[in-house]
């Protein structure tokens, strides 16, 4: 007898089309938590910018999500360049890892609110943290079930590559969040500063290919 | 005389990409109905932990809704890796299928507002009806065209476990629904423990393929 | 001297993206009309279901609206079948096209907030008729300029098809539209009525092919 | 030892595919500025239009900020057709100029319910210009790696259009800009018509391929 679960969910073209998706809608909808802060809409320049500029911790906090959903978009993808086999597990772990994904705009929005609050911090890391767990179970998966389009010595180098990399930055993350009970800003500006050096590949340095 | 509804709706890729972009947006704008349930923007950690306890509902239906989206989704996919042809017909059936995935949010907003409300549970269970109903019809429609890449044994394997899990699955759907005469807390945990057994793969057991 | 308007926007694989992308927003996003209607958390099934039967023009455009962007989406679709070649000024009047679909969720507010407005009536179809006008000039000129798949006979009947149904359809919209002067609902319900008849297929009668 | 970073990033079709997200996005989500401006839901159709007339800022806007989106668009589509190699430094400048793209919505809203601020002109500007520079930094980057498809003369030529096209649209935009210590409406229609002379090819004209 043929079982549906043996053949459900295999597309990686589909899974990486809704990625895309889900993270671009995700990326462009935390602008709406930047409002215009003025009512007045014979407002001075004066008023606007000095409105502008009590809307810090609301760009703040856009900027650490933009970069956060573009880092884990930039290690989902990494990952289906090697991927060459999918499964229906593989398809439900890649669903809640963008269920995670869509979810950001939402602790944005609580962090923004509440700039000072250490539980606000606490579960925006959460939503990182199980970004994380996904992301790093989607791999171990395909690995151990041999899905990937190495084999050997390329395939441990690449796999210890992936798996250092999202163990660090998630340790990284943590004291990030850990630094809340001494300030929330210094918290956030950490994650930040984690992210940008992520960003630009400052360190550790690339070495040639 | 060539006539326009000959050729009309044929590009099988561009309802793919279509519906992975209503389904990515649908599961997205979910979020939407997420708001930050604290006005007061000093509000201490204590005062965010309980409004967002009191949110309970909301993420309950936002979870249901997601996985609701998921399912659909991957059991279309599953449908267009044997679907090689395709008509106009088709075309249509994939276009109010998509209708009903984008008006998942609205009922899922009315069930998050009224978790009581037996019509509430209802109008989701139409919805999740009417979704099971056009991918039924899409499916029965392409198998008796001989739209399928897969043909004799195996296409009558895939048909029955296709149009199996449709019907299994809808069933399920309809009891859970008709336990909101008990509670309608019941019903919805109940929805839900159908989908992740479903997600998760438990039962029926997958056999080796 | 090489000219930058000479090969800047070729890709037809990215305009169709594009495209799919915005039908696939321009359909979800219609459903952001839809609120819940009911403010009193507490109210009764009874309450619910009168507000939510108050609500007919708003689900009548809903309707409505998903099927005019189906509508003309399979339609540029069926396009990008025969075209094979592109230039700056087909991705212009694309970009145009997808300007005035993402415009029909604001058209589609007003008509269901003003169902009784023949002004609302004929925005909404300045919308219709400004996405119907483009669509032709976009055939009109990759037919002129011979950028189609298909050649000689082939080439005319395509041609001829796919112009008349714009034309043809063009003009039952402008009569719908007119029909408001009698009343917006008996305008609104044979626009309805004309694009069921499209998507099912029903009429002129499809031939074997 | 394999690190991260020489393989991260490197798939130019996910880019390209969360780039067309990203723009289908935030082109349809500037219509939520655009508000159903009449309360009275019986209002005549004289006070419907002529609560429309009022929302002509918005309108304008509205049209600057699509065209503003469907230039940039264009513009990275051109850089794709020639780019054939990618690294994580290009995604990453992809990923800040999407961000750009992104916050247009919110300067959008800005310019439009604030008509006549120098201030909010400047705020639009800066978007366009930082949206100018990444995509500016992202061409030159490609061609001094040698990541495009074409070489020798073939790459000079269309190296120097890229660049001649990025710098003189800038520099007209700036000038645009500058027109606000005049009058805010002039500095907009000039950015509007440098836009359409742009979308319709106008001038310099085209000379034959």
Known sequence: M?????????????V?????????????????DLKDPVSNLLASDTEIRAALYGM?????????????????WT????????????????NWMALFFLMFAS??????????????SKFAVGLYWLNILALGVLIFLHWQYACRKNYLSVDGDAKRLVHEAVTRRILVAQSLYALGCALC??????SISFIIA??????????????PA
Chains 1, 2, 3, 4 share one sequence.
């Open 103 to 116: 979810l950001l705009p939402f602790s944005t929005v609580i962090l923004g609110n509440h700039i000072h």
């Open 2 to 14: 043929s079982h549906y679960n043996n053949f459900a969910g295999q597309r990686i073209g589909r």
């Open 194 to 207: 984690v992210q940008l050096n992520y960003a630009l590949g400052i360190f550790p340095k690339n070495k």
């Open 56 to 72: 810090m911790p609301k760009f703040l906090t856009y900027i650490l999500s933009f970069m956060t959903l573009g880092i884990f």
């Open 75 to 90: 290690g989902q993808s990494t990952q289906y360049d090697y991927i060459v086999r999918y499964d229906r597990n593989l």
């Open 16 to 32: 990486e089309a809704l990625s895309d998706g889900v993270f671009a809608i995700a990326m462009t909808i935390l602008v709406f």
């Open 181 to 186: 009970f001494i300030s929330t800003y210094l």
